[in-house]
C-alpha cells in the first residue's frame, strides 16, 4: 500500500519536517492499516534527504486509543506493533511524538517509542491493557520504568487507570500549558533540536533491581494479590515489569512478549474482551436511529425522597442537571434532602469532592411537596413503594400535573411498566427506569420499553443515562425484567439447598470462589429479608405449587431474622460489625422445616451440585429472556450482571461464561441434577428450548439473534 493510498496515516514533509498524521476515526485504533501506514511513513522520511526531523501525530482528539481490539480474534497481522515501534526508536533521525489528545496502551507505547513526547498540561495517558485481561505487548512494561519511578510504572500498568501527564515528567519533554499553545510550543521544541540531543532512546537508559526498588515490588505484590482476587494478568504485569530491572533490554521485551502471550491465550482476556464490546454494544439498539429526535432533558424531577429517590436525584445533580425532589410530607422531604447532603459532605471529607462542588450540587437541588410545581420539568422518574396500586396512583397525578412531552419514568424493580401506562392518556410516554441501589454509585441502568413506548422516550433515555454516567441496558417487561428475573432461580436455588441439608457459608463459599463479591445468603442478609419475603407473598400464584418455596426464609422473617439489619438472618452479626457469623439455629430451622414439609436432608450436597444449582439455572434463566426478546442480546445480560451484581468481569458475565463452559456441559449438568432431585427438579430445573437447541448445534448464546 503506498503511502497516498493509505488514508489511516496522513503524510506531508514541509521544512525539512515530515509528519505522520494519525486519521481512523474514532480512536486512531492502531490496526493493520495504520501500523502500515506508520512504518512507510518512517521509511520514506529516513530515505528522504530534505527531511531532518519526523514528527507523529493525530488530527483527531485523541492521539491513539491503542491496538485493535477487533484484531486480537486473529488474521494477518503483520507488521506487528512492536515491529513497528522497533523501527521508529532505531530511526536514524529524531522522531517526535506530539500528543493533542490522550494516548492508551499502544497508543502511549508508540509514544514511549519516539525520541520526544510533547503534550498539554490537562491531557491523560494511560496502560489499561490489564482491563482486558492481558498487559502491555509493545514494550510498555520495558519502556516506561526507564522514564518514571517503579511506583508509578507499577501503578499504572498494574491498575490501568488513566494519569494526568503532569505526573509524567520524566515521560514528557514539553508540556504545553493549554491544548492551544501546544502548536507554538512544538515549533519552538522542533527547532531546538540538534545533532547532539536529537535522537535519545529509551531503551539506552539501564535500570538495576536495588533494595528500595525492590520493596517497591514486594509492597505492589502484596496490594495486588489482596485487590485483584481470582485476576490473572495483573501478577502477570508486575513480572513483566519486573523484566525491566533484572534483564537486558531486548531479553525485556522476550519477557513481556511471552507474559503477553500467556495472558492473552486465557479465558480471562476472552470474557474482558468480550465485556470491552459488551458495554458498548449495548447502546447499539435497533428501537430507534440517527433520524429518531431526542427530547431535551434540561429539568428532571424525582417523586419519593427515600434512599432510592435520594441517590437517583444524585446522578442529575452531579451532571449538573436542577432536579426537583417530591414528597408529601414536608418531614420526609427535608429527611431525604439532609440525607443528599451528608453523602455529598462524606464524600468531601474523603477528598473526592471539594466543598465547592458540594455547594453547587446542593444548589441544584429543590424540594416540594406539591405536585402542581412539577408542570414544567421533562422528565419524572416515580421511586416510591412498590406497590402497583401506588404507583398507578402517583402516575395518575403525573398525567394531570405534567406538561404534553414530559416523559414519565418508573424505577419499579419488578413491576409491570404496561400496567402502569394504563394509569396515563400517555403511555408514549411512559417508560421504565430501573436504577440499582445505592442508585448515585451503580453504573447500571435498566432501561424498560413497554409496549407503547415511543421510539424518542428510549433513545432520550438512553441517551441521559451517558449524561448521568450510567451503563444502559434496554430491557423488555416481565416480571424483574433481566437482572431480577434471573436472580430468582438463584436465590431460590440457594434456600432450596438450605433446606436439603446445606449450610448458608458453604453455598456463599461456592459462589466467592467462583468470583462472585458475596454469596446468596450475604447478600440476602445485607438487602434484608423481609425484601424477598414480600414478593414471595406477591408472587403465590407463581410459587404456590411448591409449598416448600423459600420455607427456611420465610421462617426466619417471621422469627424477625430480617438479616443484618436486624443483627440475624441467614447468619449472626455483632453489634456494628457487617462481618457473617454461621448460625447453629439456621441449622436447626431448616432441619425442622425439612421434617414438616418432608423434604429429605442429606449431608453429600457437593460444591459442584450447588455451582450448577444456582448458576446454571440463572444462566438458564437468561436464556428464557434471550427466547422471549426481552433482552435483545446475549451481551446485555453479561453487562447487566456485571455491573449490577459483581459477575466477576474475568468470567465476562454469565451467558459469555456459559459460552466458555459449553453449552453441551451446561445443559448436561442442569439435567443431571433435575433428574437427581425427582419431583422438585421436574418442577424447577427443566432446561430452556434455547439452551436445548443451542447445545445440540454447538452453537453460542453470543452468535443467537431471536
Ligand atoms: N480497539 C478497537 N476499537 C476501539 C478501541 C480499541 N482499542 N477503543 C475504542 N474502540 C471503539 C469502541 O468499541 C467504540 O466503537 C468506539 O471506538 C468509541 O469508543 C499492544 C495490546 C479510547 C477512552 O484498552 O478506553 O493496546 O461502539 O465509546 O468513550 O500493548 O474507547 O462506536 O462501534 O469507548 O470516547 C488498549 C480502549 C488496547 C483503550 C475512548 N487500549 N478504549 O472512549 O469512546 S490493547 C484500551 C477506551 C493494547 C498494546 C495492547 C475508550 C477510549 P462503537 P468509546 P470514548
Known amino acids: 500500500m503506498t503511502q497516498a493510498e493509505n488514508n489511516a496515516v496522513m503524510y506531508e514533509v514541509k521544512d525539512g519536517v515530515a509528519k505522520l498524521v494519525m486519521q481512523s476515526a474514532p ?39 491503542g491496538a485493535d481490539i477487533s484484531e486480537f480474534s486473529g488474521g494477518d497481522l503483520s507488521p506487528m506493533l512492536p515491529e513497528v515501534l522497533d523501527k521508529i526508536e532505531h530511526a536514524s533521525k529524531p522522531v517526535v511524538a506530539v500528543l493533542p489528545g490522550p494516548a492508551f496502551g499502544g497508543g502511549l507505547e508508540l509514544a514511549l517509542a519516539c525520541h520526544h513526547r510533547i503534550t498539554f498540561a490537562s491531557n491523560k ?89 525492590q520493596a517497591v515490588f514486594d509492597a505492589v505484590t502484596q496490594q495486588t494479590q489482596k485487590t485483584t482476587k481470582g485476576f490473572y494478568a495483573p501478577l502477570k504485569c508486575i513480572e513483566a515489569v519486573r523484566g525491566a530491572y533484572t534483564l537486558a533490554f531486548e531479553d525485556g521485551l522476550k519477557n513481556e512478549s511471552k507474559l503477553f502471550l500467556a495472558c492473552m491465550a486465557t479465558p480471562q482476556a476472552r470474557a474482558q474482551q468480550h465485556f470491552f464490546f459488551a458495554e458498548r454494544a449495548a447502546g447499539h439498539v435497533n428501537d430507534f436511529d440517527k433520524s429518531t429526535p431526542e427530547r431535551a432533558i434540561n429539568r428532571v424531577a424525582i417523586i419519593g425522597a427515600g434512599t432510592m429517590g435520594g ?79 401506588v404507583k398507578k396512583a402517583v402516575f395518575s397525578t403525573l398525567d394531570s400535573v405534567c406538561k404534553p412531552g414530559a416523559i414519565l419514568a418508573s ?29 448515585n454509585v451503580m453504573k447500571l441502568l435498566e432501561v424498560v420499553k413497554a409496549e407503547k413506548t415511543a421510539p424518542d422516550v428510549i433513545k432520550t433515555c438512553m441517551k441521559m443515562a451517558k449524561k448521568i454516567r450510567k451503563v444502559a441496558v434496554l430491557v423488555g417487561v416481565c416480571f424483574g425484567f433481566v437482572g431480577n428475573r434471573m436472580i430468582e432461580p438463584y436465590g431460590r436455588e440457594a434456600n432450596r439447598l438450605l433446606l ?49 418455596y423459600g420455607a427456611v426464609a420465610d421462617r426466619l422473617v417471621e422469627m424477625g431474622r430480617n438479616g443484618l439489619k436486624s443483627g440475624r438472618g441467614a447468619y449472626q452479626y455483632e453489634p456494628g460489625s ?42 438458564n434463566e437468561g436464556a428464557c429472556i434471550l427466547e422471549e426478546g426481552i433482552a435483545a442480546k446475549s451481551s ?64 453460542t448464546f453470543k452468535h443467537y439473534q431471536k
Not at 514528557?172 to 501546544?182: A, G, H, N, R, V
Not at 400496567?419 to 410516554?429: F, G, L, N, V, Y
Open 125 to 213: 495517558v494511560g496502560l489499561p491493557e490489564v482491563n482486558l485481561g492481558i498487559l502491555p505487548g509493545a514494550g510498555g512494561t520495558q519502556r516506561l520504568p526507564r522514564l518514571v519511578d517503579a511506583q508509578t510504572a507499577l501503578t499504572m500498568i498494574v491498575t490501568g487507570k488513566p494519569t494526568p501527564v503532569t505526573k509524567l515528567p520524566g515521560v514528557f519533554d514539553k508540556i504545553s500549558e493549554t491544548p492551544e499553545s501546544l502548536l507554538a510550543d512544538t515549533r519552538d521544541y522542533l527547532s531546538s533540536l540538534n545533532g547532539s540531543n536529537a535522537i535519545k532512546r529509551t531503551c539506552d537508559i539501564t535500570l538495576s533491581m536495588d533494595e528500595k526498588t
Open 636 to 699: 446485555d445480560i453479561d453487562v447487566i450482571y456485571v455491573y449490577g451484581y459483581g459477575f466477576p468481569v474475568y468470567r465476562g458475565g454469565p451467558m459469555q461464561y456459559a459460552d466458555e463452559v459449553g453449552l453441551g456441559t451446561i445443559l448436561d449438568k442442569l439435567v443431571t441434577y433435575r433428574d437427581q432431585l425427582g419431583d422438585y427438579g421436574d418442577m424447577w430445573l427443566q432446561p430452556s428450548d434455547l439452551l436445548i437447541s443451542l447445545a445440540k448445534d454447538g452453537g
Open 500 to 548: 436439603e441439608g446445606a449450610s448458608p457459608e458453604q453455598v456463599d463459599r461456592v459462589l466467592t470462589e467462583f468470583g462472585m463479591p458475596m454469596g446468596p445468603f450475604t447478600m440476602g442478609d445485607m438487602a434484608g429479608l423481609d425484601i424477598g419475603y414480600y414478593v414471595r407473598q406477591s408472587r403465590q400464584e407463581h410459587i404456590s405449587h411448591d409449598p416448600a
Open 27 to 65: 480512536v486512531n485504533a492502531l490496526s493493520r492499516a495504520l501500523r502500515m501506514g506508520l512504518i512507510d511513513g518512517v521509511t520514506n522520511a529516513l530515505q528522504d534527504d530534505s527531511v531532518s526531523t519526523i514528527v507523529i501525530t493525530s488530527s483527531l482528539p485523541i492521539f491513539s486509543g
Open 311 to 389: 441517590g437517583i436525584a444524585m446522578n442529575f445533580a452531579n451532571a449538573g442537571i436542577p432536579v426537583t425532589l417530591l414528597e408529601l410530607k414536608e418531614e420526609a422531604l427535608e429527611k431525604g434532602l439532609a440525607l443528599i447532603r451528608k453523602n455529598y459532605e462524606n464524600s468531601a471529607k474523603k477528598g473526592k469532592l471539594t466543598q465547592a462542588q458540594v455547594e453547587a450540587r446542593m444548589s441544584l437541588l429543590s424540594g416540594t411537596t406539591a405536585y402542581e410545581d412539577l408542570a414544567d420539568v421533562d422528565l419524572v422518574i416515580e421511586a416510591v413503594f412498590e406497590k402497583m396500586e
Open 411 to 439: 424505577n419499579t424493580s419488578t413491576l409491570d411498566i404496561d400496567e402502569i401506562a394504563t394509569a396515563t392518556s400517555r403511555p408514549e410516554d411512559v417508560i421504565g427506569l430501573h436504577f440499582f441501589s445505592p442508585a
Open 578 to 619: 457487617r462481618v457473617p457469623i454461621p448460625d447453629p439455629e439456621v441449622l436447626d430451622i431448616a432441619k425442622k422445616e425439612a421434617h414438616r414439609l418432608g423434604v429429605k436432608q442429606r449431608s453429600d450436597i457437593s460444591d459442584e451440585e450447588i455451582l450448577v444449582r444456582v448458576m446454571f439455572t440463572l444462566i
